[in-house]
């Protein structure tokens, strides 16, 4: 029998609708999907299924069509793009670079991508410089529980409180993460400092080079930045007071020139919509009682 998820979908009043749709989480998703894929069964599938090499911009593209709107939406999209996610994840599978047979949704791997979003909101908070206090990091734990449900995970696949969590993050990383061919590959900094251009880029050659070296830089200092200090020590990553003063001048530079930005440009475009919509029609994201998605596992 299926858990009991009867509760209300995550909605504009929330945290996660704050943090998770915010464009400056661009700069923690390459330290999140790194602490992702270093999961031997994540990292094969990437490696034999995604085309994260040849067609970054498009992989890219593809995920934050469909994972924002399992957050950004009304009740019914919810249960629509929860359902899709999972579809989208059912056919990937293979063997790891270990020789143990995965499955994207087994509920372990399916997790730990889950995983990763909690403590990168609160890190992602404290570099936009709105700290969380105690009692925010828990109602965010409590959201981040409800947007799992909305992912189709199982509460029993999920640490029930925030000690749990800690203790399986640093576990996890402690015990399961290791170094494969899609860690290899992202945690090399021409990754970011040498990205192809975006095919719908109009700016020429040269000054794409110019300016994607000068960003693949920040992206870097951020995504090593953005990792757990666990995880930098495992991998070996070299973490100065040096560079945690440049962590801490990106995210000043953020904190500055975000509010100047028009509001489109504050938010991914998934989420942007949602936020417009819910402002124009609120009845659209009423709360109601919210009917999980079949759970992986």
């Known amino acids: ?21 915010d464009t400056r989480v661009m ?7 790194t602490v992702q894929v270093a999961h031997p069964g994540i990292g094969a ?12 911009w498009g992989r890219m593209e593809r995920s934050l069509a469909l994972l924002w709107p399992v957050l950004y939406n009304t009740p019914e999209g919810v249960r629509e793009y929860g359902q899709k996610l999972r579809d989208m994840h059912r056919n990937i599978k293979g063997t790891d670079f270990n020789g143990k047979q995965y499955h994207a949704l087994n509920p372990e791997l399916y997790t730990w991508v889950h995983i990763t979003t909690y403590y990168g909101m609160i890190a992602l908070a404290d570099f936009m410089g709105e700290p969380l206090n105690e009692a925010q990091k ?19 696949d999920m640490p029930a409180t925030t000690a749990d969590y800690w203790e399986y993050l640093e ?19 021409a990754y970011y400092t040498g990205r192809v251009k975006h095919p719908d880029s109009t700016l020429s050659d040269p000054v794409w080079k110019v300016l994607q070296t000068l960003h693949g830089n920040i992206i870097w200092k951020c995504k090593i930045g953005f990792f757990p200090a ?30 100047l930005l028009p509001e489109k440009y504050r938010y991914v475009p998934q989420a942007y919509a949602a936020i417009k919509d819910a402002r124009r029609h609120p009845e659209r994201y009423a709360q109601e009682a919210f009917e999980a998605t079949p759970e992986a596992g």
Do not use: C
């Open 1 to 21: 029998m299926l858990p009991d998820h009867s509760q209300p979908v995550l909605g504009p009043d929330s945290l996660m609708w704050r943090y998770f749709g």
């Open 27 to 33: 700069y923690l998703l390459p330290s999140t999907t």
């Open 45 to 56: 599938g990437v490696e034999q299924h995604s085309a994260y090499k040849v067609d970054p």
């Open 138 to 156: 828990q109602q965010l734990f409590n959201e981040w529980l409800q947007f799992g449900r909305q992912m189709g995970i199982r509460d029993q």
């Open 171 to 189: 576990d996890t990383i402690n015990n399961r993460l290791q170094k494969n061919p899609a860690t290899d590959y992202v945690l090399h900094k």
């Open 230 to 259: 666990s995880f930098r020590r495992k991998f070996g990553l070299r973490w100065t007071a040096l560079d945690q003063i440049q962590f801490n001048l990106i995210s000043l530079l953020m904190r500055g020139l975000w509010p």
